[in-house]
Nanobody, 121 residues
Framework: QVQLVESGGGSVQAGGSLRLSCAAS???????MAWFRQAPGKEREGVAG????????LYTDSVKGRFTVSQSDAKNIVYLQMDSLKPEDTAMYYC???????????????WGQGTQVTVSS
């Protein structure tokens, strides 16, 4: 069983930064952990992910160069550093865990409750 708890969301102005954290508890650390987001009326979108050993990273094109995914040395906290935020980044952000390297939401059996990020112009 895997439990995920997100934190760090909030409201910022465009151009600002936020860092999201995902605290994970598990019997065995899943292979891949990722951040997703969902804006009202839109589908859930994979944003960034990191493998257990930290060598495999995935980013969706719209956040490349602005967002950075990382994890703690103990690998039980996954971070999403978000810089140069834009209003279109506004969404509920979710942490998720899966057994394969992917940003496809339907491959993820474990999800957190989400943390809201709001970016104003």
């Amino acid at each position: 069983q895997v439990q995920l708890v997100e934190s760090g969301g909030g409201s910022v102005q465009a151009g600002g930064s936020l860092r999201l954290s995902c605290a994970a508890s598990y019997t065995y650390r899943p292979y891949f952990m990722a951040w997703f987001r969902q804006a009202p009326g839109k589908e859930r979108e994979g944003v960034a992910g990191i493998s257990r050993d930290g060598t495999q990273l995935l980013y969706t094109d719209s956040v490349k160069g602005r967002f950075t995914v990382s994890q703690s040395d103990a690998k039980n906290i996954v971070y999403l550093q978000m810089d140069s935020l834009k209003p279109e980044d506004t969404a509920m952000y979710y942490c998720a865990a899966a057994g394969i390297k992917t940003l496809s939401a339907n491959q993820y059996p474990y999800w957190g409750q989400g943390t809201q990020v709001t970016v104003s112009s």
